[in-house]
């Protein structure tokens, strides 16, 4: 039996750049219609309103609706919003910042 560890070393290493390349694309061809809804009450003047928000899932975006939050000591929160890119619409989740 030969020795088949530089086999084994090139296979592992292709796997791992192999890896690095895989990028999934969460895009489509026109972004969805905005959604409309009614905020309910605020809980109490701690907390602010995070906007609903686009989920992928089962091959494309639905939405999942809004919620209050309580306020981050020196955080702000940043809006999602919809990016056009070359592949198509992508979602940019909110994030707080």
């Not at 020795?3 to 969460?26: G, I, K, M, Q, T």
């Not at 026109?30 to 928000?53: L, T």
């Not at 992928?56 to 056009?84: C, D, V």
């Amino acid at each position: 039996m030969k020795n088949r560890l530089p086999y084994f070393v090139a296979f592992f290493v292709f796997l791992s750049f192999a890896s690095c390349v895989v990028r999934e694309r969460y895009v489509v061809r026109e972004r969805p219609a905005e959604v409309v809804y009614v905020r309910p009450a605020s809980p109490s003047p701690q907390h602010i309103w995070i906007s609903g928000d686009w989920i992928w899932s089962g091959g494309g975006y639905h939405w999942r609706e809004g919620h209050w939050e309580r306020r981050r000591e020196g955080r702000s929160w940043h809006e999602g919003h919809w990016q056009n890119t070359q592949y198509g619409w992508k979602w940019m989740a909110g994030h707080w910042g």
